[in-house]
C-alpha cells in the first residue's frame, strides 16, 4: 500500500536555514493552492490503497479547517485508506484547542509540531516566530489530544546550553516521538552565509548522542530519530524500506513502479500543472537494490536478509559483497546471519555507508 505525502508550502516567516519549496501566501493564495491540489488527487493515476497520508510543509497548519476538509473529502473519494497513520505539521504558534478538534475530527491521527529549541535566544537565532514557553504550551496541548505526536529539534546551535535546557524541558514532557536534526548549512539560503560559524565537529556528534542519552524513554530507531517503541513513523518507515509512495504539491517527490519523480517546484508553475513532473528517472533493478540497503542502514533493526531476499529474489551479501565488507571491516555495520544493522560509529557516518555502496573503493579514495 502507497504512502502519500502532501506538501504545504505556505508559511507565516520563512526560516533562513530551510531550503525547502516555500513562500509566504496571501489567503486567496491557499485557496487557489487547495483547488490545485485536489486537481492534482483527483488526477492521480495509480493504486487505490494506501496506508499513511502526511502533510508537510512549509507550515500544513496554516490552511484552514475547511480548506482541510475539502482535500481529505478529495482523498478520501480517489484512495482506500486502511487504517491509516494521517500526519499534520503545525508550527507551535498555530496550535489552539479549536484547530486540535478540527483535525482529529477530519482524521488526523498524528501531529508534529515544530518546536526547533526551547531556549528563546536558539530561537531567535533560528529566526523561529514562537517563544519556549508558546512551544511547551503547544506541545501540552496537543499530547492531550493525541496519542501520538511528534516534535522537530535542531541540534548543532552555538548555545550548548540551550541544548541541555531543551533536553531538561522534553525530558519532562516525555514525548512519544522526537525528530532530531543536525543544523546544515545550505546553499540559497541565508544561513550560508554564516557556515564558517558552525560547530566543532566533536561537539556536533556529543549532542547528536545526548539525546537518546538524556531522554531515556525514547530509543533511536533511525539515525535522525527516537520514538517510544509501537509509535515510530509509519509513513516515514515507508521511506527507510523503499516502499512505494505518491507526492502531490510542488516539489513533491513520488516513488513508484521503480520510477522516481518529482513535481514542478516552483509553486506558480506547479498551479498551472497540479502533478506535472520536472524530473523523472526509471530506477534500474541494481539501483533499486542500492537504495533498499542504503535506506534499511539508516534503521537500528536494519534490513534483514530474507526481507531483501523476497524482495529481489537474490543474496544481499552476494549482491554487495565488497561494500558490506569493506563497511563490516571500518566498524559501521554489523552482521548477525539475520539482519545487516549500523552500528554506533555506522549511525554517526551514515553518510560513509550510502557513499560505499554507490561507488567502488577507488572512487572514493581518488
Known sequence: MLGLYFHIPFCALLCPYCD????????????????ALIREIQAFEGPRAAQSAYFGGGTPSLLTPSQLERIFEAIHARFDLESPEITLEANPEDVDAECLVAWKSLGVTRVS????????????????????????AACRAVANHFDSWNLDLIFGLPSEKGWWLTLEVINALKPPHLSAY???YEPRTPFYQQRDEAIEDEVFVRQY???????HHLRRYEVSNLAVPGHESRHNLLYWHNEPYAGFGPGAYSFLEGVRARNIASIRGWQAEPGEKC????????????ETVIQGLRL??????????ARFGSCMSRDFAGPLAELTHRGLIEDDGLCIRPTRLGFELNDEIGLALVQPASARQA
Do not use: C
Not at 20 to 35: I, L, M, Q, Y
Not at 300 to 309: K, L, M
Open 20 to 35: 525547502f519549496v516555500k513562500a509566504k501566501g496571501r489567503p486567496e493564495d491557499r485557496e487557489a493552492f487547495t483547488d
Open 300 to 309: 537500528a533493526e536494519g534490513i534483514a536478509h530474507d526481507r531483501y531476499q
Open 182 to 184: 543536525g543544523l546544515t
Open 113 to 136: 509540531v515544530g518546536v526547533q529549541s526551547m531556549d528563546d535566544a536558539s530561537l531567535r537565532f533560528l529566526g523561529r516566530n514562537h517563544t519556549a514557553a508558546s512551544a511547551l
Open 279 to 290: 524530473e523523472s528517472l526509471r530506477l534500474s533493478r541494481r539501483e533499486q537494490q542500492t
Open 209 to 215: 548522542w545526548e539525546a537518546a542519552e538524556v531522554l
